[in-house]
């Protein structure tokens, strides 16, 4: 058996075993698995620690609306202005019948994160395998085992959008806004996500930051957006009253366009290098 289905076999069970267990017991041995250490709930310092946190204790019901994906586009659209979001080409709650949405295109469920379906020409038109994938994932509850309460307060949907990448193949960046209380600190920017996975950081001011999370650290150097400075306006206009809140945005010919809000990055669960870091976000949130 290959590493990776052995891993999966191994992995479904224990998240079944993890989603039955009490909310505090669950994260504290998923915290466990992930980083090596126990996270203290009662004096929580780091960054990873206080996500955990947020998810046992803050009930703000305005946090499911921000990481609806349809939901969100309203906020945005109100607060930002209808320029700042990807058009909604459809949305509902099964496929409809008639499917002629232009190619290329984006199907997704608004309740996940991570769960897209590229269609970029006639023959990814695959309808039996599209309808499997999203029946599977209109059916199960976004990680019950990480405990993300706001994803499981959504009314679920599909959800249609334009592909926005270059050529109808590539994959736009997208510019990850860090607001901890109504500032950007940092800029999260992956790349190669599709082939080996890297990330690095920016300060508000577009210096490269000396620290990786999750994936390793990439060296080479991304062009600052040209527009950053209103990328930055608009994720702080966005998270006024909230302690963090992850805002991001792709740069689509010279305009910026928001992509999704984020409460809980990779968890909260991602590993610093060096740890330094984890206890640096920790005291900004």
């Not at 607001?179 to 992956?190: A, L, Q, S, W």
Request: charged share 30%.
């Amino acid at each position: 058996m290959m590493i990776p289905e052995l891993k999966t076999l191994i992995s479904a069970p224990y998240k079944a075993a993890l989603s039955l267990l009490p909310d505090k017991l669950a994260l504290s041995l998923e915290y466990f698995r992930c980083l090596g250490r126990f996270p203290d709930f009662r004096h929580p310092r780091r960054f990873t620690e206080k996500c955990q946190v947020r998810k046992l204790r803050d009930r703000d019901p305005r946090l499911p609306l921000l990481v609806d994906k349809v939901r969100a586009k309203d906020i945005v659209a109100s607060t930002l202005g209808p320029d700042w979001i990807i058009p909604t080409l459809w949305h509902g709650e099964t496929l409809p019948n008639v499917r002629d949405w232009p190619l290329p295109y984006v199907i997704k469920v608004n309740h996940y994160s991570g769960g897209n379906i590229f269609v970029r020409s006639k023959e990814e038109e695959d309808w039996p395998s599209i309808e499997l994938k999203l029946k599977r994932w209109m059916s199960t509850r976004y990680n019950p085992h990480t405990r993300e309460w706001p994803y499981h307060s959504i009314t679920r949907q599909i959800l249609v959008e334009p592909f926005i990448g270059r050529l109808s193949t590539e994959l736009p960046i997208d510019f990850k806004l860090f607001v901890f209380r109504g500032r950007v600190e940092y800029i999260e920017v992956d790349t190669d996500r599709a082939t080996n996975h890297k990330r690095s950081f920016y300060n508000r001011e577009w210096v490269k930051q000396p620290f990786a999370m999750q994936y390793p650290f990439d060296h080479r150097e991304v062009p600052r957006p040209a527009t950053l400075n209103q990328m930055i306006t608009a994720a702080e206009r966005l998270s006024q009253g909230m302690s963090f809140l992850r805002v991001d945005f792709y740069e689509l010919q010279g305009r910026p366009l928001f992509g999704e809000m984020t409460l809980f990055p990779d968890s909260g669960l991602g590993r610093f290098e060096p740890e330094l870091y984890d206890l640096v976000f920790g005291d900004l949130m």
